[in-house]
C-alpha cells in the first residue's frame, strides 16, 4: 500500500509561483511513476504531468509546457511540482498519484492517490 500526501498550496497572486511536494510512504518509492493531477469545482480531473521511476523523462499537459516542472527525489521519497506564471485558471485541488506500470494522462490507470492540496490563484 502506498500512501501520498500532498503540500504546498495556498493563495497566490496571478503571475507568482507556488512548489507542491507529494511524500509516499512506502519502501521502493522508485518502483512507481507519479503524476500530477489538478480538479477544478464542476470539471474532471485533468492531467498535469507525470514523471519516470528514476526520474528520466517526465511529460506535460501541452497547455502547462513551459510553466510547470515535475521532479522526484528518490532519496526523500518525494515528488515536486513547481509552478509558475500562475493564472486564476490554474485554480484548482492537486493530487499526486503513482502507478507501478502506466506514465500517462488517463487518472484511472494510477492506483494510489493523495488527498489533494488547493491552490488558488487570485487575480
Known amino acids: 500500500q502506498v500512501q501520498l500526501v500532498e503540500s504546498g498550496g495556498g493563495l497566490v497572486q496571478a503571475g507568482g509561483s507556488l512548489r507542491l511536494s507529494c511524500t509516499a510512504s512506502?519502501?521502493?518509492?522508485?518502483?512507481?511513476?507519479m503524476a500530477w493531477f489538478r480538479q477544478a469545482p464542476g470539471t474532471e480531473r485533468e492531467f498535469v504531468a507525470a514523471?519516470?521511476?528514476?526520474?528520466?523523462?517526465?511529460y506535460y499537459a501541452d497547455s502547462l509546457k513551459g510553466r510547470f516542472t515535475i521532479s522526484r527525489d528518490n532519496a526523500e521519497n518525494t515528488v515536486y511540482l513547481q509552478m509558475t506564471s500562475l493564472k486564476p485558471e490554474d485554480t484548482a485541488v492537486y493530487y499526486c498519484?503513482?502507478?507501478?506500470?502506466?506514465?500517462?494522462?488517463?487518472?484511472?490507470?494510477?492506483?494510489?492517490w493523495g488527498q489533494g492540496t488547493q491552490v488558488t490563484v487570485s487575480s
Open positions: 498519484a503513482a502507478s507501478p506500470d502506466y506514465m500517462g494522462v488517463d487518472s484511472l490507470k494510477y492506483n494510489y
Open positions: 512506502v519502501r521502493n518509492f522508485n518502483s512507481y511513476v
Open positions: 514523471i519516470s521511476w528514476s526520474g528520466g523523462s517526465s
